[in-house]
């Protein structure tokens, strides 16, 4: 590795990286937090895992403020 090694951490870019806890799972039926359903990820990783459950509380949102809520 060497100087070539070194010489190209000068031009790094520090990131900070946010550590979360991620649910493995979303189901409202059984809802329980256990150590094996859950995770250490990314905060990128960890809105990628949760990217459809996001996707789905938001349309919920939207069709509960025009007044669109489900009959059933």
């Not at 070539?4 to 409202?28: E, M, P, Q, R």
């Not at 459809?52 to 939207?62: M, W």
């Amino acid at each position: 590795m060497g100087e070539n090694y070194l010489g190209s951490l000068t031009n790094a870019k520090l990131t900070k990286v946010i550590l979360t806890i991620a649910h493995l799972d979303h189901d409202k039926e059984n809802w329980e937090v256990k150590d094996e359903r859950l995770k250490a990820l990314c905060q990128r990783c960890h809105l990628v895992l949760d990217k459809d459950h996001h996707a789905e509380n938001r349309r919920n949102t939207i069709s509960k403020k025009k007044g669109l809520e489900p009959l059933f």
